[in-house]
């Protein structure tokens, strides 16, 4: 069972900016965060192929969210998400979650591994 490691989130207020990081120690894996906001359905926010050389983004946080994978060998296996002019409609738990093969997309449906969710609130 892959182990997966969240860490940032916290509250913010709005125009305002987080880093969420997320290590599969040992893997360098397709990796996505997802978040869920109260009483909505989990969402795909961002993804990153297990290379680092495709990402992809919601549409919602285009030009504001920007995902990325460490070069050197013993950090491909961490993921951050930087999240910058943060709005009231960021606010949800935010998931890291990974995928067993070596595929450029994170379908919801499809990630074999999820981490525990880390919480985000961006409000004033």
């Known amino acids: 069972q892959l182990h997966i490691v969240e860490s940032g989130g916290g509250l913010v207020q709005p125009g305002g900016s987080l880093r969420l990081s997320c290590t599969t120690p040992g893997f360098a894996l397709t990796i996505g965060w997802f978040r869920q906001a109260p009483g909505k359905e989990r969402e795909g926010v961002s993804c990153i192929d297990w290379s680092g050389d495709v990402t992809n983004y919601a549409d919602s946080v285009k030009g504001r969210f920007t995902i990325s994978r460490g070069n050197a060998s013993d950090a491909k296996s961490t993921v951050d998400l930087q999240m910058k002019s943060l709005k009231p409609e960021d606010t949800g738990v935010y998931y890291c979650?990974?995928?067993?093969?070596?595929?450029?997309?994170?379908?919801?449906?499809?990630?074999?591994?999820w981490g525990k969710g880390t919480p985000v609130t961006v409000s004033s």
């Open positions: 979650a990974a995928v067993a093969a070596p595929i450029t997309t994170c379908p919801l449906g499809g990630m074999n591994y």
